[in-house]
């Protein structure tokens, strides 16, 4: 975004150029994604007669502010259902975070959850009442 703002400064001086530029970014700006989506692949299930607990998912970021899945992610297949069970395991299931969260205070309307300058990120995965945290350094992504 900083980069398009400093091109927005370089364009000519015809108010018509600045005019236009400014519509496309506010286009893809009001386009732009508002939820952060992680793919989650079931690769190990030997047993598939068996439920499994629930799966929560939460997203806690370098503020410490965390977030809980705004979907549920259904890791159940029938026991000869190959094609699902071969799906859990190769293309997985969304789990959909929001990017935009209410804020602490009454204003402004909505922050962004993750913002350009967090150097980390953490999935928390809650399984039954056991969670375990995967860290992501966002300065290597």
Known sequence: M???GYQFG??????TDREDSLRRLITRMQEAPKTIVFTVRLIARQDWSTSLPL??????NSNQDKVWSS???????????VNCQIGLKE??????????VPPRTPSP???PFITDTMQTLKLLVRIGNHEEPVEFDLRTL
């Open 2 to 4: 900083r980069r398009l």
């Open 10 to 15: 370089l364009l000519g001086t015809q108010p």
């Open 55 to 60: 799966f929560r998912f939460a997203l806690v």
């Open 71 to 81: 979907s549920q992610v259904d890791f159940e297949c029938g026991e000869k259902d």
């Open 91 to 100: 293309t997985g299931q969304p789990v959909a975070f929001p990017l935009f």
């Open 109 to 111: 309307p909505m922050l």
